[in-house]
C-alpha cells in the first residue's frame, strides 16, 4: 500500500488572502474556506491541495520546502508574479537559471525556464 498526496499545508498570517494569490498565481480554485482553513485545487477532485492555516507568529528564517513552477516565458511569469505583489529575493542562490520569489507573506519559490 502507498499514500496519496493530499494537500501542501502552509502556515499564513492571513489564510484567506494568500490562499486567494496563490490561487491567482497557479490558476486554482478555492474548493473549501473556513475560519480555520482554506484550500486551493486545480479543480474540485483534483489532488493535490494546498491548505492555507493561521498561525500566531510571522515566518522568520528561509523556508524548508518550497514549490517550484515552471513556465514557457520564465520573464513574462515573473511580470506576472511581481505585479501581483511577489517580491525578487537573493537567498545566496549564485548563479542559476531559476528566479527565486517570494509570495506576499514572504514564503520563497521558484520560477523555473521552460523545459529545452
Not at 493561521?54 to 505585479?83: F, G, M, S, T, W
Amino acid at each position: 500500500m502507498v499514500s496519496q498526496w493530499e494537500n501542501l499545508v502552509v502556515d499564513a498570517d492571513d489564510p484567506p488572502r494568500l490562499a486567494r494569490w496563490w490561487a491567482q498565481a497557479l490558476g486554482y480554485q478555492i474548493v473549501h474556506e473556513a475560519a480555520d482553513e482554506v484550500e486551493i485545487r486545480q479543480s474540485p477532485d483534483q489532488l493535490p491541495g494546498v491548505v492555507f492555516v493561521p498561525v500566531p507568529e510571522r515566518k522568520q528564517l528561509k523556508n524548508r520546502l518550497h514549490i517550484d513552477l515552471r513556465a514557457a516565458d520564465q520573464a513574462a511569469e515573473v511580470e506576472r508574479l511581481v505585479d501581483m505583489g511577489a517580491r525578487r529575493v537573493d537567498i545566496d542562490q549564485g548563479d542559476v537559471s531559476w528566479i527565486v520569489l517570494t509570495d506576499p507573506e514572504g514564503n520563497e519559490f521558484c520560477v523555473l525556464s521552460g523545459r529545452g
